[in-house]
């Protein structure tokens, strides 16, 4: 259901083979082959380069500040040994960047991006970082078919947008994001797209889209976290659609009572519609605290709260049934 987009970046991964679009090959500088870090082939690399790493560890802080692509052999194979006190992999104050194919263990931030556009996140495995998986502040990305897994008690978020409403809108796609000790994906102040994700067994909540951002979240399994599935708050405006809501749970520590499928509150606007919202512990659909929602077409059924709850401050838009 999601929309297929086309990414357009000047190489193309496919069979192990790195290739430009429409021009020359790129230059590929190996590593450790032709250098003995990857912070050398930096250092060496002209813009537009790949820097391919063979099979192996790292342990380095990895700073890109120029369009390059970082290239793993495959998932799991080449993993970069991260500092739980700097980020794993850093792009700042750049653009037209392309990491693929990576793994992060162990980092403050596995994959930080900072002040740049134009910036791929690829097919790489982040796991265990401090606070967040994959970050982008202040920044555009398209973060697409990653695996962020376990971030570290008691902060680890999985993936995080934020300080991004004047940048391009961020694309959050088709990853896995799973077992992290805090929410799997959440946004503050951003513009983003968060579609075809599956979002499973986060400590906090699922997806989360706060403090004044604005979000497609669109087609995403979210399954099994604490709170809420489906957050939005703090005027937000979203439009949640399409998605798959599940088996959302109290959270240990959290407010007793709290584990709806979708909650929108504090102001926050809402479009919901076309979801299949089942077996949450609480409501399927809470409306509160002066947030108005626009609910239809959607699928419930075994919300222990029951269907819909609606406080006295908030609004759901007359008219609009909840059934099929």
Same mark, same amino acid.
């Given at each position: 259901?999601?929309?297929?987009r086309?990414?357009?970046?000047g ?9 430009s ?42 700073e ?16 970069v ?5 700097v ?37 790489n ?5 401090r ?21 570290a ?44 994700n599956?979002?499973?067994? =986060?400590?906090?909540r %699922? #997806?989360? *889209? $706060?403090? @004044? !951002?604005? &979000?497609? /979240?669109?087609?995403? +399994?979210v399954?099994? =976290?604490?709170?809420t %599935? #489906?957050? *939005? $708050?703090? @005027? !937000?405006? &979203?439009? /949640?659609?399409?998605? +798959?809501?599940?088996?959302?749970l ?15 509150d ?8 076309r ?8 409501y ?7 947030a ?24 759901v ?8």
């Amino acid at each position: 259901m999601y929309r297929t987009r086309c990414l357009a970046y000047g190489v193309l991964l496919a069979g192990g083979l790195v290739s430009s679009v429409g021009g020359a090959s790129p230059e590929v500088l190996q590593v450790p082959g032709e250098y003995p870090t990857i912070a050398a082939a930096l250092a060496g690399a002209p813009e537009g380069a790949t820097i391919q790493l063979a099979p192996g560890e790292y342990t380095e802080q990895v700073e890109i500040t120029r369009s390059v692509t970082l290239l793993g052999p495959a998932q799991g194979e080449a993993v970069v040994l991260g500092r739980l006190d700097v980020p794993g992999i850093h792009v700042h104050d750049t653009s037209g960047v392309a990491i693929q194919g990576l793994t992060v263990v162990g980092a403050k931030y596995g994959i930080f991006v900072e002040r740049s556009t134009g910036v791929l996140v690829q097919n790489n495995l982040v796991r265990q970082s401090r606070l967040v998986g994959i970050r982008v502040r202040n920044a555009s990305a398209t973060v697409v078919d990653n695996t962020v897994l376990d971030g570290a008690a008691p902060y680890g978020e999985g993936i995080h947008v934020t300080m991004a409403m004047e940048w391009p809108e961020s694309q959050i796609e088709r990853n896995l994001v799973m077992g992290n000790a805090a929410e799997g994906i959440v946004t503050n102040m951003a513009h983003v797209s968060i579609v075809g994700n599956t979002v499973r067994a =986060n400590a906090r909540r %699922g #997806i989360a *889209v $706060t403090e @004044m !951002s604005q &979000a497609l /979240v669109e087609a995403n +399994v979210v399954l099994e =976290n604490s709170l809420t %599935g #489906i957050y *939005v $708050t703090d @005027m !937000s405006h &979203a439009t /949640v659609q399409d998605n +798959v809501v599940s088996g959302t749970l109290p959270a240990r520590d959290g407010p007793v009572g709290i584990a709806h499928g979708i909650m929108v509150d504090f102001w926050a606007v809402a479009l919901i519609r076309r979801n299949q919202i089942t077996d949450n512990g609480a409501y399927g659909i809470a409306v509160l605290l002066n947030a108005r929602a626009q609910v239809g077409e959607n699928q419930l059924a075994d919300n222990r709260g029951g269907d819909l709850y609606v406080d006295a401050s908030a609004q759901v838009a007359p008219g609009v049934g909840l059934g099929t």
